[in-house]
């Protein structure tokens, strides 16, 4: 079973930068698909970003030309590189992999953007 942990959250200034990570301890495959989820207080989790086996992206609207979603098939691991941070940004977020092996999320990470 591949079991994903998050690390990079924090608090964040209105506009400022924050990079999350997602390492596997098992195997991922380069098959896979990797995304983030976002889930804010009292709302539905939401997709934020995918990358493709074969590394196409895409992102919800709202933080499109502001995130960007990268993966290094070597290391196992799956990044959101998250820039001009608004305070609507804040929630614990998820990272999922999932393949025809394995389907995984991450216990997630806070991230809380306020001045």
């Not at 990079?8 to 200034?13: D, K, N, P, T």
């Not at 596997?24 to 009292?42: H, N």
């Not at 799956?78 to 393949?99: F, R």
Request: with cysteine; proline share 3%.
């Amino acid at each position: 079973q591949v079991q994903l942990v998050e690390s990079g959250g924090g608090w964040v200034q209105p506009g400022g930068s924050l990079r999350l990570s997602c390492a596997a301890s098992g195997r991922l495959f380069s098959t896979d698909t990797r995304g983030w989820y976002r889930q804010a207080p009292g709302k539905r989790r939401e997709w934020v970003a995918v990358i493709t086996s074969g590394g196409r992206t895409n992102y919800v609207d709202s933080v499109k030309g502001r995130f960007t979603i990268s993966r290094d098939n070597a290391k196992n691991t799956v990044t959101l590189q998250m820039n001009s941070l608004k305070p609507e940004d804040t929630a614990v977020y998820y990272c999922h992999c999932w393949g025809s092996r394995y389907d995984s999320w991450g216990q997630g990470t806070q991230v809380t953007v306020s001045s």
